[in-house]
Structures are given as structure tokens and as C-alpha cells.
């Protein structure tokens, strides 16, 4: 018998985007539904495979090899490559992760889907870590293959550390672009490139010497932003032209040694994430008001001075800041000129919703009971019959193990959390708790156990991660059992 593929091509000519495409399915194959779907239908369907719409887990995929998404759509058989190959949508993300030195097949690729995108606005990630003379002929081409499309950037990254970049040529030609990203070496010449983005919004990643060579942003206009590495100094000056700022995330280095006076008020600021490593942080928040708070994230490195509790409170109750609905705390070190309140800052935060308190493994091994984190489990402890309903908003509970833990003393904030008198009374009943990093499961007896079994039996989310071998791997704590 002939193949259905010998039999005469049969024209699909409808109206819209998509030419005449022909399809050499015989009549028999017109049985399966999905071969009764209109081009445009199909088309629309694919759409949906576009790294745009992938989540976390497959833009790392991508990043490694920017064809994965597209592969599927374009191999189940003639009629999907077809309509695949004529849906812009599907060719508009575009990443590279330059590999090799030679990157001819790099360049064709990317031509390739520059062609296919239409005139869909671009999302283009430009990636090498190469260093030599090979590496930087590949990266000048790919550099000059998407810079001819600049007019069609709405988000744009580029990373090469040890490598030149002149970008200098996109000035005035960035219509479209709304997030840029950069990572760039020493030998790097970006002017005023970016200076003309009437609708920039959003800077993240940049490292020290992008951040250095970055003369001039449309700073008033900006929302969101991220640097790698700056100055205390450099911060404040960055954060005093952003006067939109909603989300500022930066790792800090250097001293500050006298805050701003008055200090500087963020009226829009909603989220703030520091790191940083053997300074302190307390002038910094002394110099900072910002009313509309609603998360902090604050990350110590090893040697971090653990000062900023008291500045923090103060920050909070100056602003004031009464609506922080998230606290992440990574702690690393147990040392300083006063003692850490976290007690005393979730007193102050009467709408926290999330609280996780990490001990990073520099602190995991050594030093851990000298924050006495009892203190906390028992400020978080509800006690109606005393009228004590702290943090009564509180949703979410994250906490590493300490030395000083007390089994009974956390099994009963897990009951004043969970067993609450009544749906409206003046607490919320809490949705999960997790407990990480506990040595061994024999800390918790019997009693503990069968009290921790009947919360988790009643609906509560409780994850108690024991360290199994090397630090980074965990078991549960089984209760459903």
C-alpha cells in the first residue's frame, strides 16, 4: 500500500498569518480529532509551549540549551513543524549560552529565530564564560546579530565576565525594552546606551563593573533593581534617584559610617533584600524610612556583625512600617555589640504572615545556642488565657534547629499556633510550620511524637527535616505513618 505521506497534498488556504501549508495527510487520518483542529486553533496551542510560559524548572533547561521548548512542536510530525515554524510567538525567547569557540552555529540559530519571531518583541539571554580570543570573536558576532534588534528588545541579559562588550550602538534604539541585565567584564563600554528607555523598569544583575561603566539609567523611572555588589555609599546614591523603587535588592560591601540625617524616605518601597559580609548593616537602616515595607530579606555572610535588630525596630517604628507581612532571615554569626531581638522584631510586626529563620551552615556547625532561639519560640507562643496573641497574622513558620531547643517548649507554640479557640477569634490559626536541620529524630520522645501526629492528622502542614549524612541532605520526619 502507498504511504498516506505519498498521497496528493491537500491546500489549507484560510485567512490570517499563516500561508498555505501543504498537508499530505490521506482521508483516514482526518479521523483522529486532534487532526480536525483549524491551523489557527493549533497554532494558538502551541503558543503555549514558548519559554514564556514555562516555569522555573525548564528556564533552567533553557538557559542551557534554548531549543528544548521548541524541539517537541516541531518533530510530532509535517503539519505541527509547519505550523510551528509559522508561529512568531514560539521563536521571540531567545538564548544562548555560548559554549564553544566557534560560534557560527550559534549565530546562524539565533538569525534563524530572529527571522521566524516576526516582529514579536524579543527576550533575549546572551551567556559566555569564556575568556580567550576565540570565545570573544563568537561573542562580538552574537553581540551583533541581536544589537541589529535592539528596536525589538522588551527584555534583554547579558553575561560575560571576562570578556570586552560595546553595547554603544542601541543608544536611542530601545523603544520596547522593559528589563535589562547585566553581568559584564573590566573592558566594557556601555556610555549612555542605556539613558533613552522610555520604558525601562526593571535592572537586575549587575555586577561591579557593569554597575561602574553604567553612566546614566532612566533612574526616576525605574521599579525594580538588582546589583551583585555595591558600596553603602553607592546604594543610598542609587536609591535616592529611584524615587519609585518597589523592590531593591543589593549585596553590600563597605562601611557606612554616619547615617543619612534626615534620613531617606521611600514612600513606595514594598521590598528590600540585603546581604552582606563582615560589616554591619545598622547605618544603613538608620538612614532609611519606608512606609510601605511589606517584606525584608536579609542575608548574613560569614563575618557579618549581627547589630541591626535595635536599627531595625527603630526603622520600623520611625517609617512607620506596621504592614511588614514577610521576614527571611539567613543568620551566619553569633557575635556583636548586643544581642539579637528577634522577640522583640516580631513585636513590632503585628501583620507578619511568613517568618523563616535560617542558621547558614557556617552557623550550623558552631555557635548556634548563643542566639537563644527559645526566646523567640516563646514570644511566638499564643496564650489567650493571658491575652498574649503575638504576630496573630502568622501563616507561615520557618526555623532551623538551635542548640538550646527545647522539644516541649516548641511542641506547645505548634499547639498555641494550630488550636486556636475559634475561626474569628483574635489569632489565625497557622497553615505550615517547618522545622530544619535537627540532628536526630530521637530529640523528640513519645509524647512529643503522638502530640505532633494528631496536629498533622487534623489538617496542619508540619515538616521536620532530620539531617541525614552530609549537611545539605534531610530526611522527614514521617507523622502520617
Not at 550602538?169 to 525594552?177: D, E, H, K, Q, T
Not at 507578619?352 to 548556634?368: G, K, P
Not at 496564650?383 to 538551635?402: F, I, K, M, N, R
Request: include cysteine; proline fraction near 7%.
Amino acid at each position: 500500500m502507498p504511504s498516506e505521506w505519498a498521497a496528493e497534498p491537500i491546500c489549507t488556504d484560510r485567512p490570517g498569518p499563516y500561508p498555505p501549508i501543504a498537508d499530505h495527510r490521506s482521508p483516514a487520518a482526518f479521523s483522529s480529532p486532534i487532526q480536525s483542529v483549524p491551523t489557527e486553533v493549533l497554532a494558538e496551542i502551541l503558543s503555549y509551549l514558548s519559554p514564556g510560559h514555562l516555569d522555573n524548572d525548564m528556564q533552567a533547561i533553557l538557559h542551557e540549551c534554548a531549543q528544548a521548548a521548541i524541539i517537541p512542536p516541531t518533530h510530532v510530525c509535517q503539519r505541527w513543524r509547519q505550523i510551528a515554524l509559522h508561529t512568531p510567538s514560539l521563536w521571540n525567547h531567545i538564548t544562548v549560552n555560548l559554549a564553544q569557540r566557534d560560534s557560527t552555529n550559534a549565530v546562524e540559530c539565533v538569525e534563524s529565530w530572529l527571522a521566524r519571531g516576526g516582529d514579536c518583541p524579543l527576550f533575549v539571554r546572551v551567556h559566555c564564560q569564556g575568556q580567550d580570543v576565540e570565545y570573544q570573536r563568537g561573542w562580538d558576532a552574537l553581540l551583533a546579530t541581536v544589537i541589529g534588534h535592539s528596536c525589538r528588545w522588551q527584555e534583554a541579559a547579558f553575561h560575560a565576565p571576562f570578556l570586552s562588550t560595546s553595547l554603544a550602538g542601541i543608544r536611542n534604539r530601545l523603544p520596547l525594552l522593559q528589563t535589562l541585565g547585566l553581568a559584564l567584564g573590566r573592558s566594557v563600554n556601555l556610555r549612555n546606551s542605556f539613558e533613552a528607555a522610555p520604558m525601562l523598569w526593571s535592572v537586575v544583575n549587575l555586577n561591579s563593573h557593569s554597575l561602574q561603566n553604567l553612566r546614566r539609567l532612566p533612574w526616576t523611572q525605574l521599579t525594580n533593581f538588582t546589583t551583585d555588589v555595591c558600596s553603602f555609599t553607592q546604594a543610598l546614591s542609587m536609591l535616592k534617584m529611584m524615587p519609585r523603587i518597589v523592590r531593591f535588592t543589593a549585596e553590600l560591601q563597605s562601611f557606612l559610617q554616619i547615617p543619612l540625617t534626615p534620613p531617606l524616605r521611600l514612600s513606595e518601597l514594598r521590598h528590600l533584600a540585603l546581604s552582606y559580609s563582615g560589616i554591619g548593616i545598622d547605618c544603613l537602616l538608620d538612614s532609611l524610612e519606608l512606609p510601605s515595607l511589606a517584606k525584608l530579606s536579609l542575608f548574613e555572610r560569614p563575618g557579618a556583625r549581627t547589630t541591626w535588630s535595635t536599627s531595625l525596630i527603630s526603622l520600623i517604628h520611625r517609617s512607620p512600617c506596621s504592614d511588614i507581612a514577610t521576614l527571611d532571615l539567613a543568620l551566619s554569626r553569633y557575635s556583636g555589640s548586643e544581642p539579637l531581638s528577634l522577640d522583640g522584631l516580631i513585636r513590632v510586626t503585628p501583620k507578619l504572615q511568613t517568618l523563616d529563620v535560617r542558621n547558614e551552615i557556617h552557623a550550623f556547625y558552631s555557635h548556634r545556642g548563643s542566639r537563644d532561639h527559645s526566646r523567640l519560640v516563646q514570644a511566638l507562643t499564643a496564650s489567650p488565657a493571658c491575652g498574649t496573641h503575638p504576630v496573630p497574622e502568622l501563616q507561615t513558620l520557618l526555623l532551623d534547629y538551635w542548640d538550646d531547643f527545647q522539644v516541649q517548649l516548641f511542641v506547645d507554640m505548634v499547639e498555641s499556633r494550630w488550636r486556636v479557640d475559634s475561626p474569628g477569634g483574635p489569632i489565625k490559626r497557622i497553615d505550615c510550620i517547618s522545622l530544619r536541620r535537627v540532628p536526630d529524630a530521637a530529640i523528640f520522645d513519645a509524647v512529643a511524637m503522638a502530640r505532633m501526629r494528631e496536629f498533622v492528622a487534623e489538617g496542619l502542614t508540619l515538616r521536620v527535616e532530620v539531617v541525614a549524612g552530609e549537611y545539605h541532605g534531610y530526611t522527614l520526619i514521617p507523622f502520617d505513618e
